[in-house]
């Protein structure tokens, strides 16, 4: 008796203890890394739905409208997704926990001072602040001085001779790079025009400020054209937006764009302009993935921004004449639902703590401590190239998260005027002699290095591109940095020379894909007619057409020969298995 005890108590323990050792299977700790550089970590079920990693840290943020910002992970192949709120987490990244993520606005809003609360508004001047100082945010040198003083007087407050000695604007780290003069410029506007002015007003006004940039809410996504040459296609809160060159090439608002669709490394978007005119844009990604994530973003940013309600949204398919390619449906609400929810809103203004300067990159968290202040110089030196090479330098960032560099360069890229008129040409900007990555940062975050070599295909693409280079501001002398000048256009030459038309090999090869899949869905098809035309003469159906195959020759042979031994075999291995899962 006492050894039947002793044995079903041992039963007890490993059941218990195999259950404890499933639950600690089914948890994995996840790590955000907020836009405060700051990180939020957790544990989570690995069955856990984004939606419910996204709700835990709006909830430890305090922020309400949240419906602007995403959650972006890079995947084992080094490309990066957002992160799908009705899925699995796990399922999405695909490697192994601890898992990494940023968050980071995922649909800028069209105008920043509509946001109800603060929080949000603070948030949404982080990233862009963000942008701005990875090269994302491009502006003429006047207005990034404008900027950088917006940023200052929220930093560190009115200027104090005690306290901000000659030069103190060189500790920050504004853009990617900058030059002496401009330094001495944001120090002035900071020193004369912001006096008196809140960290709250400060950053309203940089965010309005910024919200009139042809490159606000530009989320680059490096690509290339029919011809070869390099292109980056964006989804602005206005519209689809092509950057090449040294300008906005082409900008079609939402109500504008009639389709999205991709397939492999093709991005295609249709468009109806003025006067019933249809247009195709055609560019080519880096990679299939980066195709897809790029039509993924188009359909989502669509859906924001287009339509009236979420009801509204469909499911998407990259579809083409026999295939269905991939689905997509955006699972959020729409701009205008998100500002009627917001309006709303009512409660008490959550505490946000400002500090000063501080000598680490590390700090709490928005509402529990102070947070971070911009980044640290580390170089001083510039000359004067054009803004296409400044803009050129995008291509390697594929696009928005930061990353460890072992060189930390930094430049400035300048472009034409403001999003709603755009008439002013754009001037001239600083950047240093070293090669520019936006994607370069202190920040440990894993990012893709995208080649960009790729197949191009033969199609009219809209209006061409000039690539006209300008000269920067003066102030350094040409003759001094002739050799570093010329190097970087040969650098230039190089990757444009690599970028050649497709060939006829390549042409052939698409031909040949077309005519195999077109096969493949022909035999499928007989295939499927062939097994329900058996079925239906196997049957008990009394039809004359029937009847007669019945009565046929090779019809007899093949239901004797064929048809009979195949159903007894069926029926011994069905009774079979039966019979093995009754006696187990």
């Given at each position: 008796m006492r050894e039947k005890q002793q044995a079903t108590t041992v039963k007890m323990l490993s059941r218990l203890m195999s259950?404890?050792?499933?639950?600690?299977?089914?948890?994995?700790?996840?790590?955000?890394?907020?836009?405060?550089?700051?990180?939020?970590?957790?544990?989570?079920?690995?069955?856990?739905?984004?939606?419910?990693?996204?709700?835990?840290?709006?909830?430890?943020?305090?922020?309400?409208?949240?419906?602007?910002?995403?959650?972006?992970?890079?995947?084992?192949?080094?490309?990066?997704?957002?992160?799908?709120?009705?899925?699995?987490?796990a399922k999405q990244i695909k490697s192994q926990p601890p898992f990494t993520m940023c968050l980071r606005v995922k649909f800028y809003p069209p105008d920043p001072a509509a946001l109800k609360e603060e929080i949000t508004r603070y948030l949404v001047f982080l990233?862009?602040?963000?942008?701005?100082?990875?090269?994302?945010?491009?502006?003429?040198?006047?207005?990034?001085?404008?900027?950088?003083?917006?940023?200052?007087?929220?930093?560190?407050?009115?200027?104090d001779p005690g306290k901000h000695p000659e030069g103190y604007s060189s500790k920050f780290q504004?853009?990617?790079?900058?030059?002496?003069?401009?330094?001495?410029?944001?120090?002035?506007?900071?020193?004369?025009?912001?006096?008196?002015?809140?960290?709250?007003?400060?950053?309203?006004?940089?965010?309005?400020?910024?919200?009139?940039?042809?490159?606000?809410?530009?989320?680059p996504h490096p690509c290339k054209d029919v011809s070869g040459n390099p292109a980056f296609l964006a989804f602005t809160p206005f519209g689809f937006t092509v950057l090449q060159g040294n300008r906005r090439v082409h900008l079609l608002k939402w109500e504008e764009v009639t389709k999205l669709k991709f397939e492999a490394k093709t991005f295609h978007i249709y468009a109806n302009q003025m006067e019933d005119r249809k247009i195709i844009l055609t560019y080519f990604a880096p990679t299939p993935e980066a195709c897809k994530h790029l039509w993924k973003c188009g359909v989502e940013n669509q859906a924001f921004y287009?339509?009236?309600?979420?009801?509204?949204?469909?499911?998407?398919?990259?579809s083409n004449l026999f295939f269905k390619g991939s689905r997509f449906r955006y699972s959020g609400k729409v701009a205008k639902e998100v500002m009627e929810q917001s309006a709303k809103i009512k409660r008490d203004p959550p505490e946000i703590h400002r500090a000063g300067m501080v000598p680490s990159r590390s700090c709490p968290s928005i509402t529990h401590g102070p947070r971070l202040t911009s980044v640290p110089r580390t170089r001083r030196r510039a000359v004067?190239?054009?803004?296409?090479?400044?803009?050129?330098?995008?291509?390697?960032?594929?696009?928005?998260?930061?990353?460890?560099?072992v060189s930390h360069g930094d430049s400035f890229m300048s472009s034409r005027g403001h999003m709603m008129d755009g008439s002013e040409a754009s001037t001239s900007a600083v950047i240093s002699d070293e090669a520019y990555s936006p994607s370069d940062s202190v920040l440990p975050t894993p990012v893709a290095e995208h080649g960009m070599e790729m197949p191009l295909a033969?199609?009219?693409?809209?209006?061409?591109?000039?690539?006209?280079?300008?000269?920067?501001?003066?102030?350094?002398?040409?003759?001094?940095h002739a050799a570093?000048?010329?190097?970087?256009?040969?650098?230039?030459?190089?990757?444009?020379?690599?970028?050649?038309?497709p060939s006829d090999v390549e042409e052939l090869n698409k031909f040949i894909l077309s005519v195999l899949r077109l096969f493949l869905v022909t035999i499928g098809l007989l295939?499927?007619?062939?097994?329900?035309?058996?079925?239906?003469?196997?049957?008990?159906?009394?039809?004359?057409?029937?009847?007669?195959?019945?009565?046929?020759?090779?019809?007899?042979?093949?239901?004797?020969?064929?048809?009979?031994?195949?159903?007894?075999?069926?029926?011994?291995?069905?009774?079979?298995?039966?019979?093995?899962?009754?006696?187990?």
């Open positions: 259950s404890s050792i499933r639950s600690l299977d089914r948890e994995c700790n996840c790590t955000v890394r907020l836009l405060d550089d700051s990180e939020y970590t957790c544990t989570i079920q690995r069955d856990a739905k984004g939606q419910y990693l996204f709700d835990l840290i709006c909830h430890h943020l305090n922020l309400l409208e949240k419906d602007y910002f995403g959650i972006r992970y890079v995947d084992p192949d080094k490309q990066r997704h957002w992160l799908e709120f009705t899925k699995s987490i990233q862009v602040k963000r942008d701005l100082y990875h090269g994302r945010l491009l502006c003429k040198t006047s207005d990034a001085a404008l900027l950088a003083a917006y940023i200052l007087q929220a930093e560190i407050g009115d200027h504004f853009f990617p790079k900058h030059s002496e003069k401009l330094e001495r410029r944001i120090a002035d506007i900071h020193k004369t025009e912001l006096i008196g002015q809140s960290p709250e007003t400060s950053e309203l006004n940089f965010l309005h400020k910024a919200q009139m940039l042809e490159t606000y809410g530009v989320d287009k339509l009236e309600k979420s009801s509204q949204v469909r499911t998407v398919s990259s004067h190239i054009s803004i296409m090479e400044g803009l050129e330098s995008l291509r390697d960032s594929a696009h928005s998260t930061p990353v460890r560099s033969r199609h009219l693409n809209g209006a061409p591109c000039s690539n006209g280079d300008k000269e920067s501001e003066a102030g350094t002398s040409k003759d001094g570093e000048f010329s190097s970087g256009r040969r650098a230039l030459r190089i990757v444009r020379d690599r970028s050649s038309p295939f499927a007619l062939l097994l329900l035309l058996i079925m239906l003469t196997e049957s008990d159906l009394d039809i004359a057409f029937l009847r007669d195959i019945r009565k046929t020759p090779e019809f007899q042979q093949f239901h004797f020969e064929y048809f009979c031994p195949l159903r007894r075999w069926f029926a011994c291995k069905l009774r079979w298995m039966g019979g093995f899962l009754i006696s187990n």
